[in-house]
C-alpha cells in the first residue's frame, strides 16, 4: 500500500502500475498533481515547453519528461506517440495571458488562449484516445481537466481563459457521454486562487488577498497540493461511478453570497 503524502499525513493513495501524464507538469498544480502520483507509485510523464528537464531550476528527474507546446498540433501528435501506455491524462497545461501581460481582449489573444486551454485539450485527449482504451486500470481510465472559478463567473481581463475554461467544462461531460462505452471517465476540478508562480501578483498583494478572502469561506488562498487532492480521488477506484462532474475547489468561493 502506498505511504501517505506528506500534505495528507492520515490518507494514501495507491497507483502503483499506473501510466500518468499530467500536462503542464513543472509548477503549480500541474507539479503538485505529478508529486502526488509519483509518490503514490504511478509511473508519471509531465510536460513543458523548454526543450528538455534540464531547463528547469526543480530536480524532474524522477518523471520522464516531453517537450510540449499545447498549441502546436504536431507537438500535440508527438507527445501522444511517444507514450507506450496511458492510464490518467491530466489537463493542466496554459496559462492566463493576462497573468503575463497579454490582452485577451484583443481578438488574436482572445483565439491563443481558446486553442491552449480548450482546443489543445480536444486535440490530445483525441490523440490519447486508442491508448485510454486500451487501460485495465480499476474503475477505468480516466481524463482530468482543470478548470476555474472563470468556468462559473464573468472576470473581465480574462474572456479568452475564462471562456475556455467553461468550455472545458463542457468537454468533460461530453467526454464523459461519448467515452463512457470504452469504461473511460472524464471529470473536471474547478480550481479557486491558488497560490502559484502564475498567481504571484495576485497573492503577493495583501490587499488583494483580503479583498478576495472577504468571500472564501474558509478565509485562506488555496495550495496547488489541495488541487492534487482531488485530482487523484477522481480517477481512483473509489470515484469509479463519477463521471461527467466538475468538482469545485475553492474554499467555498463558489458558494458565497
Not at 12 to 41: C, K
Request: aromatic share 8%; hydrophobic share 45%; glycine share 12%.
Amino acid at each position: 500500500m502506498a505511504t501517505p503524502t506528506a500534505a495528507w499525513p492520515r490518507i494514501s493513495f495507491d497507483y502503483r502500475g499506473v501510466q500518468v501524464l499530467v500536462t503542464g507538469g513543472t509548477s503549480g498544480i500541474g507539479a503538485a498533481v505529478a508529486a502526488a502520483y509519483l509518490h503514490a507509485g504511478a509511473s508519471v510523464t509531465i510536460t513543458g515547453t523548454r526543450a528538455n528537464a534540464r531547463a528547469y531550476d526543480e530536480d524532474l528527474g524522477a518523471y520522464r519528461y516531453l517537450q510540449l507546446d499545447v498549441t502546436d498540433k504536431a507537438g500535440i501528435a508527438r507527445v501522444a506517440a511517444e507514450l507506450p501506455a496511458l492510464d490518467i491524462l491530466v489537463h493542466s497545461g496554459g496559462i492566463a495571458l493576462a497573468s503575463i501581460g497579454i490582452d485577451e481582449s484583443e481578438p488574436d489573444h482572445f483565439a491563443t488562449a481558446i486553442e491552449m486551454h480548450l482546443t489543445g485539450i480536444y486535440r490530445l485527449s483525441h490523440a490519447c484516445l486508442p491508448l485510454l482504451k486500451a487501460s485495465k486500470l480499476e474503475g477505468g481510465a480516466s481524463v482530468i481537466g482543470i478548470a476555474s472559478m472563470s468556468s462559473y463567473f464573468g472576470i473581465e481581463i480574462v474572456p479568452g481563459y475564462g471562456a475556455a475554461k467553461a468550455g472545458l467544462v463542457q468537454l468533460m461531460k461530453t467526454f464523459a457521454v461519448s467515452w463512457a462505452r470504452y469504461g473511460i471517465r472524464a471529470n473536471a476540478v474547478a480550481a479557486g486562487l491558488v497560490v502559484s508562480r502564475q498567481t504571484g501578483g495576485l497573492a503577493g498583494n495583501p490587499d488583494t488577498v483580503a479583498h478576495l478572502l472577504q468571500r472564501v469561506p474558509l478565509q485562506r488562498l488555496g495550495q496547488p497540493e489541495d488541487i492534487a487532492a482531488g485530482v487523484l480521488f477522481l480517477t481512483s477506484p473509489a470515484s469509479s461511478w463519477t463521471t461527467g462532474q466538475t468538482l469545485p475547489i475553492c474554499g467555498g468561493f463558489s458558494i458565497a453570497g
